[in-house]
């Protein structure tokens, strides 16, 4: 595309990316083999040897090329974010944005910037399972008329670190330890809480990867933060300080950390899966774009430094404005041209927006063209499709591994007199970067400053903002994590680091990680809270969750194919799932497909459970041990559990019973409690679907959690 026409085209923005990918996509479908010269070739399967059962002949061009290729498919994974799913989709601003920014992109309403995100873990490899406990990395790069706009994001608010030349020492701390690369994707081991206790300031960080934060249920399902902060700068010249967060609609939701391990095993795509099936099935992922804003002259009205990227800014103090929408519309083509190739950099900004001097970001801006140039193999990784802006690139760099660009004439330098001093400088009415005139003195320095120095009064501020459940859960990350520690000093000083975040925190991390509880009162004494930070509060709804029914010959199809028909009316999506694949026949005849079994599922892989009746099937459950493991795990991971007729005596042999308080089977109305919804009267089906849905818009039933002694996992 040439200039003009690029510019031509800035009108219809949202399908400009697309169309630039357009010209590079290839379908081979119908298509001659050749080599990459382009020489039809006629046989693939044989190498070509002296005699049939002679040795490979050297001339064999293409046995070499195709090996050859072969051999160089891989290009070094990410060295932290190797994991990840990457989509397409566009960003609207909801209204002008003029007097906080210049940025062309959050002006008008009507125009559809293309982007394309990256979600990612951070500790794993690029085969590890999505589902570990990690930070999720959520990058956005805008492809916007003024250039490309990188939001490189974390699912958390925070970082582990307040200066980026620790970056390196966290990073190797928490990858698998070097003499022997165990373990996987995990923090749980004795050098990176050597790491923590060595290096206070990872107390807050340290609260929200063990909140589950750490363990989304879906990438629709994620915040997204900027953590560090940013300057938004107007036409004016104004400046203001800004973080950056994204807001799914669907709200933020986890798995717990049962679910989680199971299902790095029985499905380790989980996450990319779910995204890949709600873009294809058209349940495009939505995230409003919100800004916090904190004027010049307010940078130090807070009792933390705005500066610091171990601190959020509690929305409750500064509020989160929604300027826009991101809608993810399109899946990937090729996972390598795309995901793989992408890359991101804080450092690729628009006018409009500009840094601040926050320690970590600052390293970060040197940090990702440099590991771009190892992994992408040179300078010229801008050119790489998915990476190529929609704006014009002109400029006198020149040459490099793999350069595409065919730059024409004798002039390469800057200034000249023989182009007309081409490619010119643009003034900032043309859109031409100028940095924020920032005035900055000081002394050289290898210091942070002491407004740096409080490590654990929003991590208390955090344990405080969290529910009775949300609390439970972080203890038991505690133990699993900690557990692992094989140095018992190390897990000591764990205990002790977090008294001073909380004294109960603290006593009741000891007591599962056999060591001593903490010698003194601890705390901070911060008693606030930010109740946006729990996920309690969060936006609930129904909509695209995932019911399993359990279902074998002789079932009530009356009442599936009811309850299907009000769980999709509520798009709240079913599988049928049975011992064996295949058609089951309800006792009226009718028949319906298996599309799950026990083999290929699990109640892990979903957010709630149907029991349907119907006698010869509930007789055939009854006698399916994975029925009741299904039913079982369902019940522990408090997800809503719903059951007719027969299908309730089939629940009221499982554990659930166990739990709750009132006998199941005496039960012959709408009975509902913890989650658990029952019904034994046909004729209040339709009562039965919607506290059914109800439940399952509530997501998690925790109060099954405080039936303490009865419930595991
Ligand atoms: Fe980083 C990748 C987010 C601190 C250095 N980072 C990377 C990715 C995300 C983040 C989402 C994956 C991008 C992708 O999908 O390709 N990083 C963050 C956030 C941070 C942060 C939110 C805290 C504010 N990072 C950080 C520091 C450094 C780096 C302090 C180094 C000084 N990050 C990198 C990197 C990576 C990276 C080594 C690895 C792969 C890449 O850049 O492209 O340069």
């Known amino acids: 595309m040439d200039n003009n026409q690029q510019n031509n085209e800035l009108s219809n923005l949202e399908n400009l ?36 059962r002679g040795p490979t002949l050297m001339e064999d061009f293409h046995f070499r090329e195709k090996m050859t290729h072969f051999d160089h498919e891989r290009i070094p994974e990410r060295v932290v974010h190797a994991r990840g799913f990457g989509a397409h989709g566009y960003f609207q601003v909801y209204e002008p944005m003029a007097e906080i920014t210049k940025a062309t992109f959050l002006q008008d309403p009507s125009v559809k910037t293309p982007v394309f995100v990256r979600f990612s873990t951070v500790v794993g490899s690029r085969g590890s399972a999505d589902t570990v406990r990690d930070v999720r990395g959520f ?17 958390i608010p925070i970082f582990f670190i307040q200066d980026a030349i620790k970056f390196p020492d966290v990073v190797h701390a928490i990858k698998p330890e070097p003499h022997n690369e165990i373990p996987q994707a995990s923090a749980a081991h004795d050098t990176f809480w050597d790491f923590v206790v060595s290096n206070t300031e990872t107390a807050h960080m340290i609260m929200w990867l063990l909140s589950d934060r750490g363990i989304p249920r879906s990438f629709r399902m994620m915040e997204g933060f900027g953590v560090n902060t940013f300057r ?53 992922p939505e995230y409003e774009l919100g800004v916090q804003l904190i004027e010049e002259d307010q940078e130090f009205n807070f009792d933390f430094d705005i500066l610091d990227p171990t601190k959020f800014w509690p929305e409750e103090q500064v509020p989160v404005k929604i300027i826009g929408k991101m809608t993810l519309n399109k899946n990937q083509d090729n996972f390598f041209a795309e995901t793989e190739q992408v890359a991101f950099h804080p450092g690729h900004v628009v006018p409009g927006i500009d840094f601040s001097n926050d320690p970590l970001l600052q390293g970060r801006l040197f940090s990702y063209t440099d590991t771009q140039l190892l992994r992408l193999g040179g300078p010229n990784f801008h050119e790489i ?14 040459d490099g591994f793999h350069r595409m660009t065919i730059d024409k004439g004798a002039v390469s330098y800057s200034p000249n007199s ?36 409080d490590h654990y009064r929003q991590a208390t501020l955090f344990w405080n903002s969290m529910s009775p459940a949300e609390k439970k859960h972080i203890i038991k990350a505690f133990h699993f994590e900690v557990g692992k520690v094989q140095d018992k000093q190390i897990k000591q000083r764990v205990v002790e680091m977090f008294n001073n975040v909380d004294s109960q925190l603290a006593i009741q991390i000891a007591e599962g990680i056999g060591v001593n509880p903490p010698a003194n009162q601890g705390g901070t004494g911060v008693t ?6 729990s996920q309690e509060n969060t936006v609930k709804q129904a909509k695209t969750r995932k019911v399993a029914i359990l279902i074998e010959n002789g079932f009530n199809f009356n009442e599936v194919s009811q309850v299907m028909t009000g769980l999709s009316a509520a798009g709240v999506h079913a599988d049928l799932i049975s011992k064996n694949l295949g058609m089951i026949t309800s006792v009226e005849s009718q028949k319906l497909e298996a599309n799950k079994s026990y083999a290929t599922s699990g109640a892990i892989m979903y957010d709630a459970l149907y029991i349907p009746g119907g006698k010869g099937s509930i007789d055939l459950l009854m006698t399916h041990k994975e029925a009741k493991d ?70 998690r039933h925790w109060m099954r959690e405080n039936q303490d002694g009865k419930m595991s996992g």
């Open 630 to 699: 299904f039913i079982n795990d369902a019940f522990v991971h408090a997800k809503p559990i719903g059951a007719t007729n027969e299908g309730v005596d089939l629940l009221a042999s499982t554990d659930a019973q166990r739990t709750l308080l009132a006998d199941l089977g005496s039960q012959t109305q709408i009975f509902t409690d913890m989650g658990v919804v029952t019904v034994r009267n046909e004729t209040d089906l339709s009562a039965f679907q919607q506290e059914f849905i109800n439940a399952i818009s509530l997501h």
């Open 528 to 533: 606030a809270s930010s109740p946006a930070v």
């Open 17 to 52: 990316k697309d169309q630039q990918l357009e010209t590079v996509r290839v379908d081979h479908k119908g298509t001659k083999l050749t080599t990459n010269q382009g020489v039809r070739v006629s046989n693939t399967d044989d190498s070509l040897k002296a005699g049939e």
């Open 139 to 155: 990058a956005t790069k805008f492809y916007t008329e003024d250039g490309n706009y990188d939001l490189v994001a974390n699912n």
């Open 232 to 284: 938004f700068v107007n036409e004016q010249g104004k400046a203001r300080f800004v973080k950056f967060h994204w807001k799914p609609l669907l709200g933020v939701h986890s798995l717990t950390w049962d679910e989680a391990q199971k299902l790095a095993g029985k499905d380790p795509d989980f996450l990319r899966r779910d995204l890949w099936e709600a873009i294809n099935m058209g349940e495009y």
């Open 385 to 398: 499709p998915i990476n190529r802006p929609i704006a014009c690139v002109n400029n006198n760099q020149r």
């Open 418 to 453: 023989l182009r007309n001093n081409s490619p010119q400088p643009a003034s900032d009415k043309e859109h031409g970067y100028t940095h924020y005139a920032e005035k900055v003195e000081g002394q050289k320095i290898r210091k942070r400053s002491g407004s740096f120095n």
